[in-house]
């Protein structure tokens, strides 16, 4: 699944820093200056003059060769003072090697929150409230805008960060252990390339002849819409399914010196051609066709808003694994999905005012959706509001504000009733013991912990806000994603927690009662389906899910 590029709330320990809900006074002149991000490598930039936009898109990285052939000709350019241009002849095999290299020279800034681009309250609050701390901040835009055919699309964010020089990674690192030391900080760091990396690649025949150099990149550009297929494409990195598999692909290759001194492989591929190999991977391939068009048309928006957001010291905007979009070329084409693809092409969702929509998404909602700012902080998005996932002609026969009758209560929801539902993901039970949940909690400094109290509630019944209190303390911890992931990753934020005693009187099993299996914000993917199953439009399933978004063609 696509990984929603959301705002990560801070995880508030012992020794909390918090983001107040309305700014206090203001300093003179506190608005966030916009620092301008440095110009795009060439190899990075979207071309968007032909309508369908080209995407720099991963395939592997640090390799020591790189081998691949086309189904028709090829034609390469190796770059240099003076470009080369091979013509091959179909069906040829080439390895590109290099021959000499220099590493680039990566630093690192130190990004304490991150802030929708309309948010400047909250960011301003969080400047101040940070600054009050003895801690000097300054501010960063991500992102840009651009138009096609007449739409905005527009990804900018607010980056909060620690106001000193980048740094080498190690000592960033570093500093990110020194700052939830002391002050309960949990960061991220944002990855800038200060020297770029270079490298001499040679390219060889079939039979191991030298037929070129070129200085740090080559393309090789199919003839008449040929494949290329590229031998031994990594995959699964840091993953359980880690291993290597040959792969083929439309568009272009682009081998070029990455952050190491090697070779990345990355795919020139046009966004709907992308789409084709990444749709398959986002929702089952069999579901209803009206399911499989509303995917496509909210994975399209999902890889626009990405571009300029991720991979700032890489040669390419996208990677291939779950960090952005699981794609895997021709190799992982569908059918079905590809005519969902094709029948929705260059299609996105907009709001009123015209703009892309967030289409972000999640397996299943357990019966109502959640607003974004619930999920992850930040300014109440109009076009993501939380809602019930009940099918037409149904009445919700209970609500979310009365948890615990909706969580055991069967209803007509879409994710419920889909013929791809599953029921363990629908409503589920996770079970502690005391040991293990002190465990779990450790990094919090609690001791044993005696109670878990869900404070604060979205509109779906989802935790916004958690007190948690021990032998040594007590804490809050704010936002769904830290929440789940400080509990082992629960199935969601939707969940009630009781404690079962040992006849002692002390905690003995904590017990997890919940629903749904994601962050849901926007369109439930089992429930998309249960509504295409009931007769709705791919249209109306994304006005349902997206606030009555109009989908809209932008090439």
């Not at 990285?61 to 090829?74: D, I, K, M, Q, Y």
């Not at 681009?117 to 609050?125: C, H, I, P, R, V």
């Not at 590229?230 to 995959?235: G, H, L, P, Q």
Request: neutral net charge; glycine residues 10%.
């Amino acid at each position: 699944m696509l990984a929603a590029c959301a705002t990560s709330p801070v995880v508030v320990a012992p020794a909390p820093v918090t983001v107040a809900p309305a700014p206090p006074q203001p300093k003179a002149n506190p608005a966030p200056v916009d620092l301008p991000a440095p110009p795009e490598p060439t190899s990075r930039r979207v071309d968007f003059k032909s309508g369908n936009p080209v995407i720099p898109v991963r395939l592997m990285e640090n390799a020591s060769s790189v081998t691949f052939s086309a189904r028709g000709r090829l034609k390469l350019k190796l770059a240099g003072k003076l470009e080369k241009t091979i013509d091959t002849a179909p069906n040829a095999t080439w390895t590109v090697k290099v021959r000499q290299s220099t590493p680039a020279v990566v630093v690192a800034a130190i990004q304490l929150a991150e802030f929708p681009f309309l948010d400047k309250a909250g960011l301003a609050a969080a400047q101040l409230e940070l600054e009050a701390q003895g801690l000097k901040v300054t501010s960063r835009v991500l992102g840009g805008v651009f138009g096609i055919a007449g739409k905005v699309i527009d990804n900018r964010r607010y980056l909060l960060l620690v106001d000193e020089p980048a740094r080498p990674l190690e000592a960033a690192q570093a500093r990110q252990a020194e700052l939830l030391q002391k002050a309960g900080l949990r960061t991220t760091l944002l990855e800038e390339l200060q020297v770029a990396p270079t490298a001499i690649l040679e390219v060889l025949d079939t039979d191991g002849n030298s037929v070129g150099l070129a200085e740090d990149r080559i393309v090789a550009e199919p003839v008449e819409g040929a494949t290329i297929d590229v031998r031994k494409v990594e995959y699964g990195v840091g993953y359980d399914n880690h291993a290597f598999e040959d792969r083929s692909y439309r568009g272009s290759l682009q081998l070029s010196a990455d952050r190491g001194g090697k070779i990345a492989a990355t795919n020139l591929v046009g966004l709907e051609d992308l789409l084709k190999g990444l749709v398959p991977s986002e929702i089952f391939a069999r579901a209803h066709l009206e399911a499989l068009k509303a995917q496509a048309v909210t994975a399209r928006g999902e890889v626009l808003a990405k571009i300029g957001l991720k991979h700032h010291a890489d040669p390419y905007l996208l990677c291939t694994e779950q960090h952005c979009a699981v794609y895997r070329g021709v190799s992982g084409e569908v059918a079905s999905t590809s005519a969902a693809v094709e029948a929705t092409r260059g299609e996105a969702l907009f709001d009123e005012g015209g703009r892309l929509v967030d289409s972000v998404y999640s397996a299943v909602c357990g019966g109502h959706t959640e607003n974004n700012e619930v999920v992850w902080g930040g300014v109440p998005n109009p076009s993501l509001r939380g809602r019930p996932d009940t099918l037409p002609g149904f009445k919700p026969k209970s609500s979310p504000e009365a948890l615990t009758e909706f969580l055991t209560t069967d209803a007509p929801h879409a994710c419920r009733l889909s013929s791809f539902a599953q029921l363990a993901k629908y409503r589920w039970e996770k079970r502690f013991t005391a040991k293990e949940l002190d465990e779990k909690t450790a990094s919090l400094k609690l001791g044993s912990i005696f109670t878990l109290t869900v404070v604060e509630r979205g509109i779906s019944g989802r935790a916004r806000l958690l007190n948690i209190s021990g032998e040594n303390g007590a804490t809050q911890i704010r936002g769904e994603l830290n929440m789940r992931r400080l509990f082992g990753m629960l199935n969601s934020g939707m969940f009630e927690v009781r404690l079962e005693k040992d006849p002692r009187g002390r905690p003995a099993t904590w017990i997890f009662t919940g629903g749904g299996w994601g962050h849901g914000v926007g369109m439930c993917q089992t429930g998309a389906i249960g509504r295409a199953e009931a007769g709705q439009s791919y249209r109306e399933i994304l006005a349902h899910y997206y606030n009555g978004a109009i989908v809209a063609p932008i090439y």
